[in-house]
């Protein structure tokens, strides 16, 4: 890809993983601008020319959070009182987006997208439906929503893909009726999909599907309970207008599967790939409770599987057939979904823990396998190929984890990748550079003064008793 001139910038990394080459020692890595334009190993700090930013610890391409709700994250601990299940969940989730306006939103999703940050999250998928204000009113401009989540992440230093979602609905009965749209849900709905097509038309995407540098557009089918199959066509024309990717969440509890054979009598990913919605530039969220046939539709058409698995452990959703999926064709990649906790490092090392969970055997996942999940597959999936790899011509993002925490000292080069995958957290984050750009230094936000009192002053009001 062509590399944009701008200031030269230099990294030292004392370790870093390049993928497809391992972990390196004494990684100098140049950029021009917000792309790499070299990178050479075995080179001494005291090699380095004047200027070059020493990195101590392990460096690793920018991490990529392949599935958000950013106002989910006003539930944390909240959700975790009590008991219930994923739908008892949901009505709670319902009574935040019940509350939330534009303002409100862009300081919510600023703090969130910051609490990302500090967790080396470069890049974020934000899965967005909260369209319009109470009772399905729209606002004066219709995307002011998505808008606001646009300047959030700017505000934060991240890179955005808008996954602009399409939700018509309230869900599916277990006999397969529609469940009318009711409370906060109306203000999910366009309506059909003909006039979700044409708000999302007026985001201003350029022919590439760009709304600016740090920002593109992608858009989202809910779910087969939000969007009939009918519904689906305008949604899977836009990703294939703008080369956009396109997410859906796919089974993620029996009750999904149940309600859509009742309904159309084909599984949920048989329904998407019907729509023509499954494809190389698709992902489906969860893929939790598949039959061995959605595993083959899932893999023979390339689709991407994202995995959740704090959030699947958290909604007691199940766990899903990462291996079998991945054999199959399937790319993974990783998202934090409802925010329970902001950590890469724990989506990934969560993938092979389930599969030694459920069955019985280790080492499903090699460490390099769950890495390329949380970085360039995500990367990937979220429309920004180029991003990811810490290679020449990629989007200059790093992110380097200490070595001197009490997770992490006593790393063995060797095995220095399992260490951080398999012990190593959110907190272990000392510096990230995004597009070239300092965002995180020594485990400070350099755009957001105190991430925490942030989400504190966002989140209070959300819950405070009406
Ligand atoms: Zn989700």
Not at 31 to 37: K, L
């Amino acid at each position: 890809m062509p590399v944009t001139a701008g200031p030269v910038r230099r990294w030292h990394a004392e370790l870093a993983w390049l993928p497809g080459r391992g972990v390196r020692a004494g990684v100098l890595i140049e950029a021009s601008g917000p792309h790499f334009t070299a990178v050479t190993t075995g080179v001494g700090p005291a090699a380095c020319p004047p200027g070059t930013v020493l990195l101590p610890g392990f460096t690793l391409p920018g991490l990529a959070n392949a599935h958000s709700h950013a106002f989910h994250r006003a539930l944390r601990g909240v959700a975790q009182a009590g008991q219930g299940t994923f739908w008892t969940w949901r009505e709670r989730m319902y009574q935040v987006a019940g509350r939330l306006q534009p303002d409100s939103y862009l300081a919510l999703a600023r703090a969130v997208y910051a609490e990302m940050a500090l967790a080396g999250v470069t890049c974020v998928g934000e899965f967005h439906y909260l369209h319009h204000d109470a009772g399905g009113a729209r606002y004066a401009d219709p995307n002011q929503m998505g808008l606001a989540l646009i300047e959030a992440a700017a505000q934060a230093g991240l890179r955005i893909t808008l996954l602009d979602t399409c939700y018509l609905r309230g869900g599916l009965a277990a006999d397969g009726s529609p469940i009318a749209l009711s409370g906060a849900q109306e203000r999910f709905s366009d309506g059909d999909a003909a006039r979700w097509a044409e708000r999302v038309g007026e985001l201003g995407a350029d022919e590439h599907g760009m709304l600016g540098a740090h920002a593109r557009a992608g858009v989202a089918i809910h779910s087969v309970r939000a969007v009939p199959p009918e519904q689906m066509h305008p949604v899977v024309a836009w990703s294939h207008a703008f080369g956009a990717p396109l997410h859906a969440h796919l089974s993620e509890q029996p009750a999904e599967n149940e309600a859509c054979l009742a309904a159309y009598g084909v599984t949920p990913a048989q329904a998407l790939d019907q729509a023509g919605a499954l494809g190389p530039r698709s992902t489906m969220v969860h893929a939790t409770h598949l039959t061995p046939g959605d595993i083959g539709l899932l893999g023979g058409s390339r689709t991407v599987a994202c995995f959740c698995p704090t959030t699947e452990a958290d909604l007691a959703d199940g766990i899903g057939p990462a291996r079998a999926l991945a054999d199959a064709g399937c790319p993974l990649s990783l998202g934090s979904d409802s925010h329970a906790v902001v950590d890469l490092l724990a989506e990934a090392r969560l993938v092979e823990l389930g599969e030694r969970l459920a069955g019985g055997r280790r080492g499903s996942f090699r460490a390099q396998e769950l890495a390329v999940a949380a970085t360039v597959a995500g990367h990937a999936c979220l429309g920004w190929p180029e991003a990811g790899e810490i290679a020449p011509g990629a989007l200059a993002d790093l992110v380097t984890v200490a070595l001197d925490t009490p997770r992490l000292a006593g790393l063995q080069r060797g095995t220095a990748l399992e260490s951080v995958i398999f012990a190593g957290t959110a907190a272990d984050v000392r510096n990230v550079v995004i597009s070239g750009r300092d965002v995180v230094a020594g485990g400070r936000h350099l755009l957001v003064d105190d991430v925490p009192a942030a989400l504190d002053a966002a989140i209070g009001p959300l819950l405070s008793p009406a």
